[in-house]
């Protein structure tokens, strides 16, 4: 029984190690340019999703905290409801999304456009 359980944890590394090498296949420009941001970024690395990605997205925004990036996570729909005023004009976002369609996000992006403030988009589509 024990082989057993050895063997799913074998299978289930090598899907996650095909999947971590797709992606970096599909790498190019556009994460220059993420890391340009947030490298330039004079604010805070604002990060915001909704359900497993806002789950991700808080883990995100800790991560960036720990190593000396300011950050933390805004969920949507709090900002939505009276917290988006903590999105200043000096600040990034990294809004992640698995449909690229969350209408928590949508609804925030306005905000973010009139504003001017540097968008970094991560999604599935």
Request: with cysteine.
């Amino acid at each position: 029984m024990n082989n057993d359980y050895i063997a799913i944890a074998k299978n289930t590394l090598e899907i996650e190690a095909a999947m971590l090498r797709e992606a970096m296949e599909r790498l190019d420009g556009e994460i220059i340019r993420a890391v340009e941001i947030i490298l330039s970024c004079k604010g805070k690395l604002i990060v915001t999703g909704v359900g497993k990605s806002g789950l991700i997205g808080a883990k995100i925004a800790a991560t960036f905290a720990s190593t000396g990036t300011p950050s933390f996570f805004l969920h949507p729909t709090e900002a939505l409801h009276g917290d988006l005023g903590m999105i200043g004009k000096e600040d990034a976002v990294l809004a992640i999304s698995y449909s690229g369609e969350s209408e928590e996000l949508s609804s925030i992006l306005p905000h973010i456009k009139r504003f001017d403030i540097p968008l970094i988009g991560m999604t599935r589509n």
